[in-house]
Every structure is written in structure tokens, then in C-alpha cells.
């Protein structure tokens, strides 16, 4: 079993800044991607932000200069530093793992957290 635990959403005025955490766990052998989704209400799902297991990022234009997702091998976890908060922000943020499992072999499974909210409002 692989479990994903997000933390750190709240409620922060505009141009504020929130520190997402996302801890997987688990029989977990190597982790290959890791990411940052979320839905706003009305909003289809949008990927804010990825990075791979040499730490390469990738990120949505709506967030370019503003996020920054890291990751730490060791302890299995990502982070995504959010400043400069703006209202269209608020949304569900999951967390997702595309990894391998140590009973799974060289398949990729992908796993998800159960989202934490982020409020941008005055």
C-alpha cells in the first residue's frame, strides 16, 4: 500500500504565499514524477506543476514565476512554495506519485492524495 499525504493549504489574502507538503509512504521502490494538480469549482483538473526524479521542474503558465515545486528524495516528499497568491488560485491542490512499488516490479503506478484547499480572498 502507498499512501500520499498532503498538508499546508489554508486561507491567505491576495499576494500572500502558502508551502504545500506532500509525503508518500508506503512499499514504495523509486519515485519517478511527482506533481501538483488542482481543481478549482466549475474548473476542469490542471497540472500546476511536475518535477522528476533528478529534481527538472515543469509548470503551468498560470503559475510560472510565482510557484516553485522541490522534492526530496529521501524523505519521499515535494513541496510547492506558492507566493504572490491570487484569487483565481483557490482550488483543491493534489498531490499525485508516479512510482514504483516494491512488490510491483518496473511497472508505474500512479497514486494520489486526498487534496488540501487553498483560499486566496480579502
Known amino acids: 500500500q502507498v499512501q500520499l499525504v498532503e498538508s499546508g493549504g489554508g486561507l491567505v489574502q491576495p499576494g500572500g504565499s502558502l508551502r504545500l507538503s506532500c509525503v508518500a509512504s508506503?512499499?514504495?521502490?523509486?519515485?519517478?514524477?511527482m506533481a501538483w494538480y488542482r481543481r478549482a469549482p466549475g474548473k476542469e483538473r490542471e497540472r500546476v506543476a511536475s518535477?522528476?526524479?533528478?529534481?527538472?521542474?515543469n509548470y503551468a503558465d498560470s503559475v510560472k514565476g510565482r510557484f516553485t515545486i522541490s522534492r526530496d528524495n529521501a524523505k519521499n516528499t515535494t513541496y510547492l512554495q506558492m507566493n504572490s497568491l491570487k484569487p483565481e488560485d483557490t482550488a483543491v491542490y493534489y498531490c499525485?506519485?508516479?512510482?514504483?512499488?516494491?512488490?510491483?516490479?518496473?511497472?508505474?503506478?500512479?497514486?494520489w492524495g486526498q487534496g488540501t484547499q487553498v483560499t486566496v480572498s480579502s
Open positions: 508506503g512499499s514504495i521502490s523509486s519515485i519517478h514524477v
Open positions: 518535477i522528476t526524479s533528478d529534481s527538472t521542474p
Open positions: 499525485n506519485a508516479v512510482l514504483r512499488t516494491r512488490l510491483g516490479g518496473t511497472t508505474l503506478y500512479s497514486y
